[in-house]
């Protein structure tokens, strides 16, 4: 028998047609066979298999859905069918059936077989002239086929068709074709199953051409014999994309709904815009340059709509440059006084400061965006008087105090020489002239006018750079003091004394340092011709420094040791507080490490016992299906011998 799988793609499905026929020569070529393909090409799916099937109509309409394939080239295979038979797949290949009886089942994807025919046989050895052979088959001429199409297990289909084999006295083997539609959608299963029943004997003559030497036998097909077809789909990429139309949630678009809005480009009015013209101005949004301004920028300043802080105004037109139009800003000339105010008061209110006086109208100091000065913050108690307030040294700080209650204060050096207006006036020089300045006779920053020993240089007694290496030699001596003099923890003296001998010498070393810090600050106000805090307080203020500066160096020098002992102990109690603690890291590292190992152990051991649990269900599962198997061929063995029996009974044997 001879089975045929060419293939077409007819109106979006996939027919496959199945032909029967007698193949008896091993070396016979199907294809030397006139083969009559029959085609349903103006058939619609519910037509096709009202003809081939009644009862499974609404299954098959319902599982396939009249999906859209394309067929791949055809590639060599061959299934295990039985011994010694001949497998021709026409002329793309040929190759060899071996296998046992019974019904094969691929899994997995597999490839159509393009327009070619396997051929089986099963034969004995024996010679004759070519021309007429003789062949003898048993009685009965009908082959009943069992197709069956299994998807996932899911749904199955079995459709039986009938080919008779008749003798004719010319010699010439009669054969009937049949066809059957077979529609896929991603199904990784196709068998059929070839039942043949054959009864009694009969002779037929076939003609055999061009072979000189040919085998011919009995042929005997006894009971059933299984045939597996295996081929492979590829589902129709309409937009060639790479992904099949049943996967595809955009069958249509090769971008796959690109703009991510979900809707599918080919459909998507705005493909690129996932928020598909937001603004609603009929423009996409990526193309639009104003996504979400439906006027797109209607003032035409060059900001949308969305983003403008002054929409309907162009932002061009900003007095003081904050940013903010003019249109939109409730204060134009940025000097903390609003537009409105401004007009009331009789102000610019595009100028912050009206009178030109360096004084702002408002309470703001007021730069360019040039960080230039324009005026200092106010506000100004005449706002249009340029002669009021006076500022001598301009330095935004009036010479006269106003009214006393304003933001305004009154300068205490209105020429700016550093000098104050109240020292200037005391030791005779004018406070409104910075190049009159108090005459000092000495040179030691006292005007004369104030200097009860004027004549002589107090401040000659240390100089200034003095100090600086005074205060570094204190510190030298407060370190040096904290670091020698070590002793035993055995010593005499407990810690406890030593923790207060040093509380005590610290607390005596910032006071005395304080003091010294203040009285030297009193004499660099008397260096720079400042005020002291005190207007009598002069030359003592010297004199008061140096005794303070040796009192604090004795004081380091008699305490330091004191320091120095306290500072061993607690060196010698932190370097046993090191030791404890690296005692306890490794305490606590070697523990880790005992739960790491512990851990890791027990995870081994969880894993050997998943993997036994695993060995155990699959060994389970496979006895499950060999006893299911078992079970299924014990019962087609009983039907097939009840078959024999009525078969039997029927022929009165």
């Known amino acids: 028998m001879t089975i045929g799988i060419p293939s077409s793609q007819q109106g979006g499905k996939l027919l496959l047609y199945l032909f029967t026929s007698i193949l008896i020569l091993g070396v016979l070529n199907t294809n030397s066979l006139e083969q009559e393909w029959v085609s349903q090409q103006d058939s619609t799916l519910d037509e096709q298999l009202k003809k081939f099937s009644q009862t499974e109509e609404d299954i098959l309409l319902d599982l396939w859905n009249e999906t859209d394939w394309t067929l791949q080239e055809s590639q060599s295979h061959c299934p295990n069918i039985g011994a010694d038979e001949l497998c021709d797949s026409g002329p793309l290949t040929e190759f060899t059936i071996r296998g046992t009886e019974g019904e094969h089942i691929n899994d997995g994807r597999w490839w159509w077989v393009d327009e070619n025919t396997l051929g089986l046989s099963n034969y004995d050895g ?67 199953d070839i039942d043949s029943d054959w009864e009694g004997t009969a ?45 595809d949630s955009c069958p249509n678009d090769p971008d796959n709904d690109k703009d991510g809005d979900g809707i599918c480009g080919d459909v998507d009015s705005c493909p690129n815009d996932a928020e598909n013209d937001a603004d609603g101005d009929g423009i996409c949004g990526d193309v639009d340059s104003c996504p979400n301004d439906t006027e797109n920028d209607a003032d035409g300043d060059g900001v949308c709509g969305d983003l403008d802080q002054c929409p309907g105004h162009p932002d061009d037109e900003d007095n003081d440059g904050d940013l903010v139009p003019d249109a ?14 401004e007009v009331e008061m009789g102000t610019s209110p595009l100028n912050p400061d009206s009178d030109g006086d360096q004084f702002c109208d408002g309470d703001l100091d007021v730069f360019t965006n ?8 106010g506000p100004d108690p005449q706002p249009n008087n340029a002669s009021f307030p006076v500022d001598t040294d301009g330095d935004g700080i009036p010479d006269v105090e106003s009214d006393g209650d304003g933001p305004l204060g009154e300068d205490l050096d209105d020429d700016g020489d550093n000098i104050s207006d109240v020292r200037e006036i005391k030791c005779g020089s004018e406070p409104l002239n910075q190049s009159s300045i108090p005459i000092d006779e000495d040179g030691d920053f006292i005007c004369s006018e ?3 020993n004027d004549g002589w240089n107090t401040l000659n007694l240390v100089s200034s750079d003095g100090w600086f290496w005074y205060y570094l030699f204190s510190v030298a001596i407060f370190i040096a003091a904290w670091n020698t003099n070590r002793i ?14 040093r509380s005590s010498m610290l607390r005596t070393y910032l006071v005395t340092l304080a003091i010294l810090l203040v009285l030297h600050f009193q004499w660099r106000e008397l260096e720079i011709g400042h005020e002291p805090f005190n207007q009598n307080y002069h030359s003592i203020a010297v004199y008061a420094t140096i005794v303070v500066a040796i009192v604090h160096t004795l004081y380091l020098l008699y305490f330091g040791k004191w320091t120095a002992n306290l500072w061993r102990l607690d060196y010698n109690a932190r370097e046993e507080e090191r030791v404890r603690n690296r005692h306890l890291q490794e305490v606590r590292e070697r523990k880790t490490r005992e739960r790491i190992e512990r851990e890791r152990r027990e995870r081994e051991e969880q894993n050997r016992q998943e993997e036994w649990n695993r060995e155990t269900r699959l060994r389970e599962e496979k006895e499950r299906v060999q006893r299911e198997r078992m079970q299924d061929i014990v019962q087609d063995t009983i039907q097939r011998e009840r078959h024999r029996l009525d078969q039997f009974r029927d022929l009165g044997l």
């Open 488 to 501: 035993d923890r055995d010593q005499a003296y407990k810690q406890e004394r030593m923790e207060k001998e």
């Open 203 to 247: 002779r037929f003559h076939l003609k055999v051409r061009g072979l000189e030497i040919v085998t011919s036998d009995s042929i005997s097909i006894d009971d059933e014999t299984y045939v597996t077809l295996l081929g492979a789909y590829t589902p129709l990429d309409s937009d060639n994309d790479g992904q099949p139309d049943l996967a």
């Open 450 to 452: 104030m200097d009860f």
């Open 370 to 377: 040039s960080n230039i000065f324009v005026c200092y913050s």
């Open 126 to 192: 024996g010679d004759s002239r070519s021309g007429a052979t003789e062949i003898v088959i048993r009685n009965g001429f009908q082959i009943k086929f069992h197709v069956q199409f299994e998807t996932q297990g899911q749904y199955g289909f079995m459709d039986e068709i009938f080919s008779q084999i008749s003798t004719d006295t010319s010699g010439i083997l009669n054969t009937t074709e049949d066809s059957f539609t077979a529609l896929m959608q991603g199904g990784d299963k196709l068998s059929i």
């Open 328 to 341: 939109c800003d409730v204060d134009d000339d940025n000097d903390g006084v609003q537009d409105d105010v």
